[in-house]
Nanobody
Framework: QRQLVQSGGGFAQAGDSLKLSCTASGRTLDRYVVGWFRQGEGKEREFAAGISWNGDRTDYADSVKGRFTVSRDSANTSYLQMDSLKPEDSAVYYC????????????????????WGQGTQVTVSS
C-alpha cells in the first residue's frame, strides 16, 4: 500500500481550470496504477480518470473526456488537470493506487484500489 497525499482543488468558476496532485508519501508509485474518482453530494463515488503505471495508457469517463487530463511523473506523483470546468464537476475528488503486474492496465473500479488519498473538494460555480 501507499500513503497518498492530495493537493490542489478549491473553488472555480465555470470555464476555469484546476489541477490536482496526488503524491505517494515517502515511496514511489512505480508499478502502481493510479485512478482518480469523484463523489458528488448524495452520489456514489465514480471513476473520472486513470493512468497505467508506465503512463502509456489513460482512460476517462465520458463526462470528463476532452476536458480532463491525467498524467504522472516518473517518481511518485500523479496529476489531474481539469479544464473547462462545469458546475456538475463539483465533488470531492480522490486519487487511488494499486499495484499491478501489467504496465498498461487502467482500472475504473473503486473497490480494486488498496490505497486512497484523503480527498479534496472541488466546487465550480456557474
Amino acid at each position: 500500500q501507499r500513503q497518498l497525499v492530495q493537493s490542489g482543488g478549491g473553488f472555480a468558476q465555470a470555464g476555469d481550470s484546476l489541477k490536482l496532485s496526488c503524491t505517494a508519501s515517502g515511496r514511489t508509485l512505480d508499478r502502481y496504477v493510479v485512478g482518480w474518482f469523484r463523489q458528488g453530494e448524495g452520489k456514489e463515488r465514480e471513476f473520472a480518470a486513470g493512468i497505467s503505471w508506465n503512463g502509456d495508457r489513460t482512460d476517462y469517463a465520458d463526462s470528463v473526456k476532452g476536458r480532463f487530463t491525467v498524467s504522472r511523473d516518473s517518481a511518485n506523483t500523479s496529476y489531474l488537470q481539469m479544464d473547462s470546468l462545469k458546475p456538475e464537476d463539483s465533488a470531492v475528488y480522490y486519487c487511488a493506487a494499486v499495484y499491478s503486474p501489467s504496465p498498461t492496465l487502467v482500472i475504473p473500479t473503486p473497490r480494486a484500489y488498496s490505497s486512497w488519498g484523503q480527498g479534496t473538494q472541488v466546487t465550480v460555480s456557474s
